[in-house]
C-alpha cells in the first residue's frame, strides 16, 4: 500500500504562486499521480498529473499549473501559479497503477487506489 502525505497549502493572494508537495512512501514510477481539488461546495476534479514524463492538465489549469517528480519518484510537486479564487479549494495527490487510463481516463476517480489526507490552498486578498 502506498502512502501518501500533501504538504504545502497555505493563503496565497490573487496573482500569486505557491508549491504543493507529496510525499509517497515508494516510489511511484509504476503509478500515474494525479492532482485533485475539491472546491468548497464542488465536487472533486482532477487538475493535473503525470505518467512516465506525459503531462496532462484540466482547461482551468493549462498555462498556470506543472506537476513535477523527484529523481527517486517518491515526492511528487504541483507547481501553481497565477492563482484565482477558484483555484480555492483542498489539494489531494492521488496515485493509480500505470496504464493506458493514465492519459485517457486521468480525472477518473475509481482508477485511483491511494490518496492523500489533502492540504487546503486559500486564494484571497
Known amino acids: 500500500e502506498v502512502q501518501l502525505v500533501e504538504s504545502g497549502g497555505g493563503l496565497v493572494q490573487p496573482g500569486g504562486s505557491l508549491t504543493l508537495s507529496c510525499v509517497a512512501s515508494e516510489s511511484t514510477s509504476q503509478y500515474c499521480i494525479t492532482w485533485f481539488r475539491q472546491a468548497p461546495g464542488k465536487e472533486r476534479e482532477g487538475v493535473a498529473g503525470?505518467?512516465?514524463?506525459?503531462?496532462y492538465t484540466s482547461d482551468s489549469a493549462k498555462g498556470r499549473f506543472s506537476v513535477s517528480r523527484d529523481n527517486a519518484e517518491t515526492t511528487m510537486y504541483l507547481l501553481m501559479n497565477n492563482l484565482k479564487p477558484e483555484d480555492t479549494g483542498m489539494y489531494y495527490c492521488?496515485?493509480?497503477?500505470?496504464?493506458?487510463?493514465?492519459?485517457?481516463?486521468?480525472?477518473?476517480?475509481?482508477?485511483?487506489?491511494?490518496w492523500g489526507q489533502g492540504t487546503r490552498v486559500t486564494v484571497s486578498s
Open positions: 492521488a496515485a493509480a497503477p500505470g496504464g493506458s487510463h493514465c492519459y485517457t481516463d486521468w480525472r477518473l476517480e475509481g482508477n485511483y487506489y491511494y
Open positions: 503525470d505518467y512516465y514524463l506525459t503531462n
